[in-house]
């Protein structure tokens, strides 16, 4: 049996602010599916396999859930951030943690943001208030995320290519 995996494709936007971001989404017909919140996720690793990998293995609570996510090591792109992930809803996150703690995994990173999820059918939008920015995170096809891209950034220099655990090692060390 052969394993497969669903790719995720997404691009990270630096905003300028919540409200004009939140206008233009209603205004192209994307709906608010969940309401601006804190999300805590967390990084786990066992003796750095993973970072060498450039793969990273998620214990995230949000929006009432736990989700465990694996990312796989991205996939060649000049525009998008473009990996494999496979991801799981978890009914106990204290039993999970004990079971990754049991595998020889080790927290190595907590990061703390505040998220509003935005839908519609061929796209998400994920409006994402950090320590260090504003952002708007869009997820989906290549092609729908490309033009949305052309509303939302004009400016190819507000494109983040780092991704959150990066940007996070970063403030934490400034």
């Known amino acids: 049996m052969k394993f497969n995996s669903a790719l995720e494709t997404e691009v990270k936007i630096r905003i300028p602010n919540i409200s004009s971001t939140r206008d233009l989404l209603e205004s192209l017909g994307f709906r608010k599916e969940v309401e601006m919140q804190e999300e805590i996720s967390t990084l786990w690793d066992s003796n750095g396999l993973l970072r060498s990998k450039q793969s990273a293995l998620r214990l995230r609570v949000y929006a009432g859930e736990t989700l465990l996510t694996y990312k796989g090591t991205r996939l060649p792109h000049s525009e998008f951030k473009i990996r494999p992930e496979s991801e799981v ?12 703690r049991y595998l020889g995994y080790e927290p190595m990173l907590t990061m703390i943001k505040h998220r509003e999820i935005w839908n519609r059918p061929e796209l998400t939008a994920c409006i994402d208030e950090t320590p260090f920015g504003l952002y708007l995170e869009l997820e989906g096809e290549p092609s729908a995320i490309k033009l949305a891209m052309e509303t939302f950034c004009k400016d190819p220099g507000k494109v983040e290519k780092r991704d959150y655990p990066t940007l996070y090692e970063s403030y934490r060390l400034s």
């Open 89 to 100: 809803n978890v009914s106990d996150r204290d039993e999970m943690e004990s079971i990754l």
